[in-house]
């Protein structure tokens, strides 16, 4: 393959490292991420990556030995941290966009991640790649409701993985652009429920996560969605399994 159009821009390592030092303990994991210094692809780490990954981090004892897939993946660092905690991990992303995979594999690559499966899919496709897919517990996808145009192809794919594996959550980050962008719509026609996250309930209110300086002063949100249910508080017990906070709303 001829990589010369891909690996051309100027590539630089971001080191970001997650802590826990809570209950007389002081665990910590640094992941490497390259970011490809070109505008044509963005493939940098973004504020919604450093608050999914801080969840991940933050969840890591429920991770080891899951089956994890990020969709949109690009510098993959929620997928790399899944994976640093135990996780099975399929990073996948556009399989139009050669580079953004190329960039996935740099990312394990730079990790020593070497059992991490890169897959070509694209949103609203239904793609033999994508029905093949193994059983899934949990489906990664950090900024990907960017464009208003790409939110139902984005949700048919998560909404076609959740009825195959209709135990799974699919785990998401958004950044606020614009008051005028909503899901709800999209989430009721395809018989989703989604709940949102506070923050705090993950130490993720702060402007500097993982020694960066992200999410700095954008406004993100996480959220947590599902397959419809009769009672939407199933979902937020299993999320919160050992007496965590249940601060949450329905998105």
């Known amino acids: 393959m001829d990589h010369s159009g891909a690996e051309t821009p100027s590539i630089a390592h971001k080191v970001l490292t997650f802590e826990d030092t809570k209950e007389n303990t002081q665990e910590s994991l640094s992941v490497s991420i390259p970011e490809v210094l070109d505008p044509q692809y963005g493939m940098y780490v973004w504020p919604c990556a450093v608050v999914l990954a801080q969840y991940l981090w933050t969840r890591r004892e429920e991770l080891k030995d899951k089956t994890v897939l990020e969709l949109g993946a690009g510098v993959s660092l929620p997928g790399v941290v899944a994976a640093r905690c135990g996780a099975k991990v399929i990073l996948s992303d556009s399989a139009k966009t050669p580079p953004l995979l190329e960039n996935c594999?740099?990312?394990?690559?730079?990790n020593g991640l070497r059992d991490v499966v890169v897959l070509g899919l694209t949103w609203g496709e239904v793609s033999p790649d994508l029905v093949l897919l193994p059983k899934l517990d949990v489906i990664l996808g950090s900024d990907v409701f960017y464009e208003p145009q790409d939110f139902e192809d984005v949700l048919v794919t998560v909404a076609f993985l959740l009825r195959k594996?209709?135990?799974?959550q699919f785990w998401t980050t958004y950044q606020e652009r614009s008051a005028d962008w909503s899901i709800e719509p999209l989430l009721r026609r395809w018989k989703l429920n989604c709940v949102?996250?506070?923050?705090?309930?993950?130490?993720?209110?702060?402007?500097?996560?993982?020694g960066s300086n992200l999410p700095g002063r954008h406004s993100v949100?996480?959220?947590?969605?599902?397959?419809?249910?009769?009672?939407?508080?199933?979902?937020?017990?299993?999320?919160?399994?050992?007496?965590?906070?249940?601060?949450?709303?329905r998105c």
Do not use: H
């Not at 594996?165 to 799974?168: E, F, G, H, V």
């Open 221 to 249: 949100q996480m959220m947590i969605i599902t397959l419809e249910t009769e009672d939407c508080r199933t979902v937020t017990d299993q999320m919160f399994p050992r007496g965590r906070s249940r601060e949450t709303t």
């Open 165 to 168: 594996n209709p135990r799974a």
């Open 105 to 110: 594999r740099r990312s394990c690559e730079a």
């Open 196 to 210: 949102n996250i506070q923050l705090e309930n993950f130490d993720a209110d702060k402007s500097e996560l993982a």
